[in-house]
Each structure stands twice: as structure tokens, then as C-alpha cells.
Nanobody, 124 residues
């Protein structure tokens, strides 16, 4: 079992930065990749970024590459998503996730555990 609790969402203007956090707990975290998805109203849930909990290898969706940075602090057992140069199209509910260790980018079925989500709204 893995538990995920997000925080850090909010309302910001375009061009601003925001950092999401996700406290991750569970006995076998080294078996998982952890990361983020997002879902905008009326749209499907889409992959944002992921990182290997044990090795630190990262992967990003093209839409956020160069603007978002995923990291984790194993001591604090916390996953982060630093979001810079935010755009209105980044507006969505952001979900922390734990799932299969894969080389390719995730799709939702690869995720075994979800957080409750945190709202990010970017105004123009």
C-alpha cells in the first residue's frame, strides 16, 4: 500500500511559479516510480512528470519540459513538482501518483495509487 497526500495548489497569474508537494508513505516505495498527472475540466487525465523513487531518473511530458521540475526528498519522503512560467493552459487538478517502474511515459492505467488532487489555477 502507498499513501499520497498533495499540497501546494493555488491561484496564480501567468508567468508565476508554484511548487506542489506530495507526502509519500508505504513500505516498498523503492519498487515504484512516483509522479504527477493533471486533469482539466472536460479533458482526460494526462501525464505530467515522473521520477524513480530509488534511482532518480526523470521523465516529462513535452508540454511541461523545460518549465516543470520533478524531484523527491527520500529523507522527508516527499515528492515535489516545481512549476515555473505557468500558463493558463496549465490550469487543472494535479494528482500525485505511484505506479509501475517503466522506461516509457505513464498512462493512467500504469498508476496503482492516487492522491486526492490539488487545484492549480493560472489566470491570464
Amino acid at each position: 500500500q502507498v499513501q499520497l497526500v498533495e499540497s501546494g495548489g493555488g491561484l496564480v497569474q501567468a508567468g508565476a511559479s508554484l511548487r506542489l508537494s506530495c507526502v509519500v508513505s508505504g513500505r516498498t516505495l523503492s519498487r515504484y516510480d512516483v509522479g504527477w498527472f493533471r486533469q482539466a475540466p472536460g479533458k482526460e487525465r494526462e501525464f505530467v512528470a515522473k521520477i524513480s523513487w530509488s534511482g532518480g531518473a526523470t521523465a516529462y511530458a513535452d508540454s511541461v519540459k523545460g518549465r516543470f521540475t520533478i524531484s523527491r526528498d527520500n529523507v522527508k519522503s516527499t515528492l515535489y513538482l516545481q512549476m515555473n512560467t505557468l500558463k493558463p493552459e496549465d490550469t487543472a487538478v494535479y494528482y500525485c501518483a505511484a505506479g509501475s517502474r517503466l522506461v516509457r511515459l505513464w498512462v493512467p492505467r500504469d498508476v496503482g495509487y492516487w492522491g486526492q488532487g490539488t487545484q492549480v489555477t493560472v489566470s491570464s
